[in-house]
């Protein structure tokens, strides 16, 4: 085990976001990186020499680490937790996705280890998502319509984060309860519908915006993130506080509010 204040694992390391969490796993005074795997071979990043996936139970085995923090996708990342629930590793993943029975399959993980799942480590996204359950309650009766734009390569459509908003208007608005998935010919507003509209366009880190309408005024409530740093700094604070936990479902916003469990930010996928 690394003599760091917080050693991790990190699976998916030649991806976007594994490169990302270890790139800022080297610059944060502390942290370790003890295992990165891979299901390709894939050259060292930030001087991490990068192992086979398939390697990863006895890699956690050797090297003991504190956390696992996962972005790759919903098959992968559910094998990943069966493992870390065999090795006693705690797991932070930020994977969208999942199906029903997946996350069934990541709940019987957190019987035996600490699971933190969310669709988005930013904390303005954890700020965007309690303003939003804020307007959306204090505005009976408005339009709403949320807008989402990822990168041209992103293959989950609507996103996590825009589902878990979703979520969190349906939570307070009994009267929304159907999605309605971009439009086309014609298409007037029904009652009880939420627009949802997903764009896919150039190198976008990520952007989500929701519209409130009514009463001959409109609200919009938007975040961006500039790159995705911030989406793997936060999974790094995600890990070290989930270190210390018991096994359990989490949710970042139990990060944030330094709570128990049941993600008080908002539930996640």
Same mark, same amino acid.
């Given at each position: 085990?690394?003599?760091?204040?917080?050693?991790?694992?990190?699976?998916?390391?030649?991806?976007?976001?594994?490169? /990302?969490?270890?790139? &800022?796993?080297?610059?944060?005074? @502390?942290?370790?990186? $003890? +295992? =990165?795997?891979?299901? %390709?071979?894939? #050259?060292?990043?930030?001087?991490?020499?990068?192992?086979?996936?398939?390697?990863?139970?006895?890699?956690?085995?050797? /090297?003991?680490?504190? &956390?696992?923090?996962?972005?790759? @996708?919903?098959?992968? $990342? +559910? =094998?990943?937790?069966? %493992?870390?629930? #065999?090795?006693?590793?705690?797991?932070?993943?930020?994977?969208?996705?999942?199906?029903?029975?997946?996350?069934?399959?990541?709940?019987?993980?957190?019987?035996?280890?600490?699971?933190?799942?969310?669709?988005?480590? =930013?904390?303005?996204?954890?700020?965007?998502?309690?303003?939003?359950?804020?307007?959306?309650?204090?505005?009976?009766?408005?339009?709403?319509?949320?807008?989402?734009?990822?990168?041209?390569?992103?293959?989950?459509?609507?996103?996590?984060?825009?589902?878990?908003?979703?979520?969190?208007?349906?939570?307070?608005?009994?009267?929304?309860?159907?999605?309605?998935?971009?439009?086309?010919?014609?298409?007037?507003?029904?009652?009880?519908?939420?627009?949802?509209?997903?764009?896919?366009?150039?190198?976008?880190?990520?952007?989500?915006?929701?519209?409130?309408?009514?009463?001959?005024?409109?609200?919009?409530?938007?975040?961006?993130?500039?790159?995705?740093?911030?989406?793997?700094?936060?999974?790094?604070?995600?890990?070290?506080?989930?270190?210390?936990?018991?096994?359990?479902?989490?949710?970042?916003?139990?990060?944030?509010?330094?709570?128990?469990?049941?993600?008080?930010?908002?539930?996640?996928?």
């Amino acid at each position: 085990m690394s003599g760091a204040d917080l050693s991790i694992a990190v699976t998916g390391a030649g991806g976007r976001m594994g490169r /990302e969490v270890i790139e &800022a796993a080297a610059g944060r005074e @502390g942290v370790a990186v $003890a +295992v =990165a795997v891979n299901r %390709t071979p894939t #050259d060292p990043v930030a001087g991490v020499a990068v192992e086979d996936a398939d390697d990863l139970a006895e890699l956690l085995a050797d /090297e003991e680490p504190d &956390a696992l923090v996962d972005f790759t @996708g919903p098959t992968s $990342a +559910v =094998a990943y937790a069966e %493992t870390c629930a #065999d090795a006693g590793v705690p797991l932070v993943t930020g994977t969208t996705g999942f199906a029903d029975a997946q996350i069934d399959s990541l709940r019987a993980a957190s019987e035996t280890v600490p699971v933190l799942k969310a669709s988005n480590f =930013a904390r303005g996204v954890a700020a965007l998502r309690r303003a939003v359950r804020e307007a959306a309650a204090a505005l009976p009766g408005y339009d709403v319509e949320l807008t989402e734009t990822h990168h041209n390569a992103k293959r989950d459509a609507p996103s996590g984060t825009a589902k878990s908003i979703l979520d969190d208007v349906e939570g307070v608005r009994s009267d929304l309860d159907e999605r309605v998935h971009g439009r086309e010919g014609d298409a007037p507003r029904s009652p009880g519908e939420i627009g949802v509209h997903a764009r896919r366009a150039g190198d976008v880190t990520g952007e989500h915006e929701v519209l409130l309408a009514g009463n001959r005024e409109t609200l919009e409530l938007t975040h961006r993130a500039g790159d995705r740093g911030v989406f793997a700094e936060g999974a790094l604070d995600a890990a070290a506080w989930l270190a210390e936990r018991d096994p359990g479902w989490y949710g970042f916003g139990d990060v944030l509010d330094g709570g128990e469990g049941g993600d008080v930010g908002g539930a996640d996928e």
